[in-house]
């Protein structure tokens, strides 16, 4: 079983890396990713917790990436983490969350919840807020009955706190993370409710800029959409990886690692990394 997405407690999932490592190995998890958004900060733990286990782990990162007016996640797989351009860019996409962070605050006022930054760091033991945050705090002051109406009413686009964020262009993540001796993968492709044309243009700015594989799993998806993913892997000739975006057992559908098998036909990602081995 194999899971190259899932998030900590470093940026917006709930467990700890060594906890993901206990709850991999409990699986049968044999090659698990850490991808928390815009950080590496989980990764020594997750070594640390792994050390001497039945589990290979790889480094790994979810970066936001700003393509045309739309919020993209392109995952850095088995990066170096040394790495000093990859360093610095996390460096800026941190400060780039909290400028945004406390601009939702201000507008989180006029919604009725004061404090809202103060409150958001002490949900998440950091100041890389996330928008789970604040839906965590709409949640906890009853101005929305679960997160995903507090997304839905209150911080996306077109709603009261959303604040368009700079984060850094496709070309720019690609670059660094393949500097950085890693994969890059468009995360769950089927999440950005792109139209089909809109979709193909992002794969194919994706692959003009060096990338080479797509999520054809992630989380949880219907045969249709699995279908769906397998052609455009096919046509646009991209390596598959397979990941289940777990955050937490009450914010995530499916368990870690328990997303659906890769199609036959796709080629995975992880074979590269068995080269020379
Ligand atoms: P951010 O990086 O701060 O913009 O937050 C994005 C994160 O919010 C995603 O990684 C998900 O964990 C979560 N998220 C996005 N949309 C929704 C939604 N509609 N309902 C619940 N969580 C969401
Ligand atoms: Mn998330
Ligand atoms: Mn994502
Ligand atoms: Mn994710």
Redesign the pocket.
């Known amino acids: 079983m194999i899971d190259l997405h899932c ?1 900590s407690h470093f940026s ?1 999932g709930a467990l700890s890396p060594s906890a993901l490592v206990q709850k991999a190995l409990d699986a049968g998890i044999q090659l698990l990713a850490l991808t928390d ?2 950080t590496i900060d989980g990764l020594t733990d997750l070594h640390a917790a792994a050390h001497q286990q039945a589990i290979r782990v790889i480094n790994g990162i ?1 970066l ?1 990436v700003r393509w045309k007016k739309y ?1 993209i ?1 392109i995952l850095g797989l088995n990066i170096n983490a040394y790495d000093e351009q990859l360093n610095a860019l996390i460096k800026r996409q941190n400060e780039c ?1 909290i400028t945004r962070a406390l601009q939702i605050s201000e507008l989180m006022k006029t919604c009725g919840v004061v404090d809202a930054y103060e409150k958001a760091c002490v949900i998440a033991g950091h100041r890389r ?4 945050h604040f ?1 965590q705090i709409l949640v906890d002051e009853g101005k929305a009955k679960d ?2 109406t ?3 009413r209150f ?2 686009q077109g709603r009261p706190a959303y604040v368009p ?1 700079q984060w850094i262009n496709l070309e720019e993540a690609l670059t660094t993370i393949l500097n950085a001796g890693g994969d890059a993968v468009i995360a769950h492709p089927l999440k950005y409710k792109l139209t089909r044309s809109k979709l193909y243009k992002l794969i194919t700015d994706f692959k003009t800029a060096g990338g080479e594989a797509i999520e054809v799993i992630s989380g949880d998806m219907t045969k249709l959409q699995i279908n769906e993913m397998l052609g455009i892997c096919m046509r646009f000739n991209l390596l598959a990886s397979s990941g289940s ?1 777990y ?1 937490s057992d009450t ?1 995530s559908r499916i368990k870690l690692g328990r997303q659906q098998p890769l199609p036959l036909d796709c080629i995975p990602l992880w074979h590269k990394w068995n080269e020379g081995q």
Do not use: N
């Open positions: 998030h917006d958004h815009d979810e936001s919020d996640h969350r807020i996330g928008r789970p839906a997160m995903t507090a997304f839905k911080l996306v964020t975006d955050h914010a």
